[in-house]
């Protein structure tokens, strides 16, 4: 089993790779601000998953590895604010991004909660 086998960086993944998708709608005035911040912040969730995967064996290292992820993850959902406040996405992509971030923020918590469940 490898990190790429967790629910969780799979559906962050997936968010990751939306978020960039439309992002490339963004200004190019934004492009240094707000695109590079979001899709910064949405990739660190997953590469977080994979640092607490390595280190499972030590339980510290896991639990501040998911936390680091579950800070990008909220960091993620503050940059979607400022998106949907600048009208470069609609109401109804702010929600679908929302629930898929919130998802992922659920995953990780349950994974913090539960390292027997991964292997520690």
């Known amino acids: ?11 962050a993944f997936d968010l990751a790779m ?5 992002s490339k709608n963004f200004p190019q005035e934004e492009k ?3 695109t590079s911040q979001i899709r ?4 660190s969730v997953c590469a977080s998953i994979a ?10 290292h896991w639990k501040s590895k998911l936390s680091d992820a579950d800070s990008e993850n909220s960091e ?24 898929l971030s919130e998802e992922v923020g659920k995953l990780l918590n349950f994974m913090i ?3 027997g469940k991964f292997g520690l």
């Open 1 to 11: 089993m490898g990190f790429k086998t967790l629910i969780a960086y799979q559906k």
């Open 40 to 43: 910064r912040s949405s990739r």
């Open 113 to 115: 909660n539960n390292p």
């Open 76 to 99: 993620t959902q503050l940059w979607l604010d400022f998106a949907l406040a600048c009208e470069y996405i609609s109401i109804e992509e702010k929600k679908k991004f929302n629930n």
């Open 18 to 22: 939306e978020i960039f998708q439309i």
């Open 32 to 34: 240094y601000d707000l």
């Open 51 to 60: 640092e607490a995967y390595r280190k499972r064996q030590y339980e510290k």
